[in-house]
């Protein structure tokens, strides 16, 4: 019999990204990158685990801006042409190789991965989240909520209207989506800040997930650690980050995703063939590009990308297995320390970015189809679960105050309020007073009410954390720059059109047909609480 549970949280999160004005954008192709190398492996993962019989537990986040990226037929449609190109080139590699056997044999498995993501695509006829939807349906997969557009929660909390319109929004859009209201949300970047979970509570959210040092330095101080959710005086559980999990699958130093038999993430096909050869194939301007085909390994810490030796998917998938197995017998033996310790079953949480399998660690998918093979199969410690079920099972828990948390750099704020990014918060602050005002006024006609709407999702996207965090890191930062000014210009100009009374119809239809998210979004969702 079990003696505690392991919890596998996945955030699937892109920020909105569709440019119906350009033909190409590079920035779209994090959608479609994403979709090849993460959501169709994991889709593919699951249904092999149902078809086996095998009744796994996951919970995974699917924010609102990924949700209408993958419905929206547009980036479907574009999506269909950028699998098309990967399949050509990818022939022409086979090709290509003819009298390269071992990277005939890598195009090969390519070519056979891209048939496979082409397969399960027209099977679903481009609908990803029903797909993900049907896993839900019979309980396997928990699919929570996040704010609307990813907001970085407690540096807008000084506008708690604009807070509730993050979190309601999203529970909105999620029920319209999935047919019923959300249990769980994934905070934004995790950051809380104390107070949030009464919005939580009223928006009818159940739980939601912290760092690690946002339940340990709870008050009271929790008894069980970060081994079993609290409960906060509205009623909401938070579930804190188990570390030590978490680094041995996310550590770059001492994770899993940095053995040498994995394959190398920087070292692409687009950037390495002939020029005249994968031209047609990069950017429309001639700028290189990666095209996700990768013929490397790792193969040692501290090596130069001219060093690396050619990749060989058997063995990583071999070790992918030996991972899993690592996995699972630590884990065994931590929830039998912690069941000592505590009397009770412990839950070990162990919340990933989504796209780190199979985007960033290739063999992601494969370690975690592994791991719930072995865990049903091999070990009796341990119950693999979804943390909805988890607080069916487990109702009673000890009642404290969660501390101010993220999982950023040094577990609070800066990240994403710096002096890279600091600029960005008075406009934004400024945009959220003016939607507040906008908020009360009764739309004169259906142009104004339009109006106001669009104003709603501007301010929301304006408010992406992603644009914070790209300024940070320092790549792509032209494009989080344009993205920010271009959606507090836009907000700015509508709040003068409406004051003013005069409304560019022409041009607010054109900015309702590029910022189309949250069809049904009404701007009262701003209105003084």
């Given at each position: 019999m079990a003696?505690?549970?392991?919890?596998l949280?996945?955030?699937a999160?892109?920020?909105?990204?569709?440019?119906p004005?350009?033909?190409?954008?590079?920035?779209?192709e994090?959608?479609y990158?994403?979709?090849?190398e993460?959501?169709?492996p994991?889709?593919?993962v699951?249904?092999?685990l149902?078809?086996d019989?095998?009744?796994f537990?996951?919970?995974?986040?699917?924010t609102?801006?990924l949700v209408?990226?993958?419905?929206?037929?547009l980036?479907?449609?574009?999506y269909?042409?950028?699998l098309a190109?990967?399949?050509?080139l990818?022939?022409?590699?086979v090709?290509h190789?003819?009298?390269?056997?071992?990277?005939?044999?890598?195009?090969?498995h390519?070519?056979?991965?891209?048939?496979?993501?082409?397969?399960?695509?027209?099977?679903?006829?481009?609908?990803?989240?029903?797909?993900?939807?049907?896993?839900?349906?019979s309980?396997n997969?928990?699919?929570?909520?996040?704010?609307?557009?990813?907001?970085?929660?407690?540096?807008m909390?000084?506008y708690?209207?604009a807070?509730?319109?993050?979190?309601?929004?999203?529970?909105?859009?999620y029920?319209?989506t999935?047919g019923r209201a959300p249990?769980?949300?994934?905070?934004?970047e995790c950051?809380?800040?104390?107070?949030l979970?009464r919005?939580?509570a009223?928006?009818?959210l159940r739980?939601?997930?912290?760092?690690?040092h946002?339940?340990l330095?709870a008050?009271?101080?929790?008894?069980?650690?970060?081994y079993?959710?609290?409960?906060?005086?509205?009623?909401v559980?938070a579930f804190?980050r188990d570390?030590?999990?978490?680094?041995q699958?996310?550590s770059?130093?001492?994770?899993y995703?940095?053995?040498a038999?994995y394959?190398e993430?920087?070292?692409?096909?687009g950037w390495?063939?002939d020029?005249?050869?994968?031209?047609?194939y990069?950017?429309?301007?001639?700028q290189r590009?990666?095209?996700g085909?990768?013929?490397?390994k790792?193969?040692g810490?501290g090596l130069?990308?001219s060093?690396?030796?050619?990749?060989?998917p058997?063995?990583?998938?071999?070790k992918?297995a030996?991972?899993?197995?690592?996995?699972?017998?630590?884990r065994e033996r931590?929830v039998e320390?912690?069941?000592d310790?505590?009397?009770?079953?412990?839950?070990?949480?162990?919340p990933?970015?989504?796209?780190?399998f199979?985007h960033?660690?290739?063999?992601g998918?494969?370690f975690?189809?592994?791991?719930?093979?072995k865990?049903?199969?091999?070990?009796?410690t341990?119950?693999?679960?979804?943390?909805?079920?988890?607080l069916?099972?487990?109702p009673t828990?000890?009642?404290?105050?969660?501390s101010?948390s993220?999982?950023?750099?040094k577990?609070?704020?800066?990240y994403?309020?710096?002096?890279?990014?600091?600029?960005?918060?008075?406009h934004l602050?400024?945009?959220a007073?003016?939607?507040?005002e906008l908020?009360r006024?009764?739309p004169?006609?259906?142009?104004e009410?339009?109006?106001?709407n669009?104003a709603?999702r501007?301010?929301l996207?304006?408010?992406?954390?992603?644009?914070?965090?790209?300024m940070?890191?320092?790549?792509?930062?032209?494009?989080?720059?344009?993205?920010?000014?271009s959606?507090?210009?836009?907000?700015?100009?509508?709040?003068?059109?409406i004051?003013?009374g005069?409304?560019d119809?022409?041009?607010?239809?054109k900015?309702?047909?590029?910022?189309?998210?949250?069809?049904k979004?009404?701007?009262?969702?701003y209105r003084?609480?």
């Amino acid at each position: 019999m079990a003696i505690g549970y392991v919890a596998l949280v996945l955030h699937a999160h892109l920020p909105f990204v569709r440019h119906p004005e350009s033909d190409y954008v590079l920035e779209e192709e994090w959608l479609y990158e994403a979709i090849t190398e993460t959501y169709i492996p994991l889709l593919q993962v699951f249904e092999g685990l149902k078809q086996d019989g095998i009744d796994f537990k996951i919970t995974m986040s699917m924010t609102p801006p990924l949700v209408s990226m993958l419905q929206d037929p547009l980036l479907q449609e574009r999506y269909d042409h950028h699998l098309a190109m990967l399949e050509e080139l990818v022939e022409l590699e086979v090709e290509h190789n003819a009298q390269n056997g071992h990277i005939r044999y890598l195009a090969e498995h390519y070519a056979s991965e891209f048939n496979k993501a082409r397969q399960l695509w027209e099977r679903y006829d481009g609908d990803l989240v029903t797909a993900f939807k049907q896993f839900q349906d019979s309980n396997n997969l928990e699919i929570i909520t996040c704010g609307a557009t990813h907001g970085y929660l407690p540096l807008m909390k000084m506008y708690p209207q604009a807070v509730w319109a993050q979190i309601q929004v999203a529970c909105e859009h999620y029920e319209q989506t999935f047919g019923r209201a959300p249990r769980g949300i994934w905070l934004p970047e995790c950051a809380y800040y104390e107070g949030l979970e009464r919005m939580l509570a009223d928006a009818g959210l159940r739980y939601f997930l912290t760092d690690g040092h946002g339940i340990l330095y709870a008050r009271p101080r929790p008894r069980f650690g970060s081994y079993a959710p609290i409960f906060t005086e509205t009623g909401v559980a938070a579930f804190g980050r188990d570390h030590e999990s978490s680094q041995q699958v996310w550590s770059s130093e001492v994770g899993y995703p940095g053995a040498a038999e994995y394959r190398e993430f920087y070292k692409d096909l687009g950037w390495e063939a002939d020029y005249e050869y994968i031209k047609p194939y990069i950017m429309p301007n001639g700028q290189r590009k990666n095209t996700g085909i990768k013929y490397h390994k790792i193969t040692g810490r501290g090596l130069g990308l001219s060093d690396k030796a050619l990749y060989d998917p058997y063995w990583a998938r071999e070790k992918a297995a030996e991972h899993a197995g690592n996995f699972m017998y630590n884990r065994e033996r931590q929830v039998e320390h912690l069941h000592d310790i505590m009397h009770r079953p412990p839950i070990i949480v162990s919340p990933y970015d989504a796209e780190l399998f199979g985007h960033w660690w290739y063999e992601g998918p494969w370690f975690i189809d592994y791991l719930f093979r072995k865990s049903w199969y091999d070990q009796g410690t341990y119950q693999m679960t979804h943390l909805a079920d988890y607080l069916v099972a487990n109702p009673t828990q000890q009642i404290c105050q969660p501390s101010q948390s993220s999982w950023g750099y040094k577990g609070f704020h800066e990240y994403w309020l710096n002096e890279t990014n600091a600029w960005i918060y008075p406009h934004l602050h400024k945009a959220a007073e003016r939607m507040i005002e906008l908020s009360r006024r009764e739309p004169a006609d259906e142009l104004e009410w339009r109006a106001l709407n669009q104003a709603a999702r501007e301010v929301l996207l304006a408010q992406s954390s992603d644009w914070a965090f790209i300024m940070r890191t320092g790549t792509m930062v032209p494009y989080a720059v344009r993205r920010t000014r271009s959606h507090l210009m836009r907000f700015n100009k509508l709040y003068e059109d409406i004051n003013i009374g005069k409304i560019d119809s022409g041009w607010l239809e054109k900015v309702e047909s590029m910022d189309n998210i949250f069809p049904k979004v009404n701007y009262r969702v701003y209105r003084p609480l």
